[in-house]
């Protein structure tokens, strides 16, 4: 079992819908989450870390579930520009950080 | 922008080369991370540098080592390369050594092995 897995879509939406992603950990000794975002052929960025409690960013909202071991990804009102991979990451404590093998999202018009 | 720089952006090599590639982090961190991402794949941790010591390590051989300088950029040697090593080579910078800290990625290093 891997130790961090999403499902690799792709994801096809149109314009206007909302999206769920969501990222499953092994480890429950694990420390923070976070979700990246990456474009083809880009580095990955940072688009929000993920708390216990919940948290929000505009369109994007992200949960963390620790008794269930998984991570959510919330897409409100997709736009074009939203079509990327999407990157679960996980660390540990120290250096480890695992990151899943990406979510693939075409927003379509 | 990051603010992370890495050099080359592109680099072609044969089998059995050796390449280094390098990365300057953002003002400010003292930590670089590496990570190989293969094709259609999530990024690999390679190994952590922390004020010029290795911080940890991932399941990669001996003949990926790094190095890291006083002003905190880094260095990814390969040694004997072989066609798997194919792959894009990510550094990140953060300003700690541990778990909690956000991790700021530079724009990669195309590597392709023939």
């Not at chain 1, 694990?30 to 993920?50: A, G």
Request: proline share 4%; glycine share 8%; charged share 20%.
């Amino acid at each position: 079992r891997k130790e961090v897995e999403q499902d690799p879509g792709p994801f096809n939406v149109p314009e206007g819908a909302t999206v769920a992603f969501n990222c499953t950990y092994s480890n429950s000794a694990s420390q923070s989450f976070f979700w990246y975002r990456q474009d083809c052929r880009k580095e990955p960025k940072l688009l929000m870390s993920v708390y216990s409690s919940g948290n929000e960013d505009g369109r994007f909202t992200a949960q963390l579930n620790r008794a269930s071991q998984y991570i959510s990804l919330l897409i409100r009102d997709s736009k074009l520009s939203d079509s990327a991979t999407y990157l679960c990451v996980v660390k540990t404590g120290g250096f480890k950080t695992i990151f899943g093998a990406g979510t693939r999202l075409f927003v379509k018009a | 922008e990051t603010g992370v720089t890495q050099s080359p952006t592109h680099l072609i090599k044969t089998r059995g080369q050796q390449v280094t590639l390098r990365c300057s982090s953002q003002s400010g961190h003292n930590t670089v991370s590496w990570y190989q991402q293969a094709l259609g794949q999530g990024p690999q941790f390679i190994f952590q540098y922390y004020r010029e010591e290795e911080n940890g390590r991932g399941n990669f051989p001996p003949r990926f080592s790094g190095l890291q300088f006083p002003n905190y950029s880094s260095e990814l040697n390969v040694n004997a390369l072989e066609l798997d090593d194919s792959a894009l080579y990510l550094c990140a910078s953060s300003s700690e050594g541990w778990a909690t800290d956000t991790q700021y990625f530079g724009p990669g290093t195309r590597l392709t092995v023939l």
